[in-house]
């Protein structure tokens, strides 16, 4: 499976959602989660994140990422279609500590 991380948080840029061939992205107000359940594993939206915020399983040290991703679906509205991206997306690109400030 593939996993949306941290860099994802306040980029919101939702050109994966465009991608996705089933329809796997759920949403939370500043980032979006991939539903481990439903991701085929074909790696199509990866290369598409402008913040290179998605990365597949075999990555080293993505335990809390996979749970994120995994809890998360579970609640959160599934998303089907870009939206626009948040004004100032581009000043969260590579911030630190977005997850402790702004997770939601
Ligand atoms: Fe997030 Fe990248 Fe998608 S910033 S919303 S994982 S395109």
Known sequence: ?????????????????????????????????????????????????????????TEPDLEKWLGVNAEYAKTWPNITQKKDPPDDAKEFDGAEGKFDQYFS
């Open 1 to 57: 499976t593939y996993v949306v991380t941290e860099n994802c948080i306040k980029c919101k840029y939702m050109d994966c959602v465009e991608v996705c061939p089933v329809d796997c992205f759920y949403e939370g107000e500043n980032m979006l989660v991939i539903h481990p359940d439903e991701c085929i594993d074909c790696g199509v939206c990866e290369p598409e994140c402008p913040a290179e915020a998605i990365k597949p399983d």
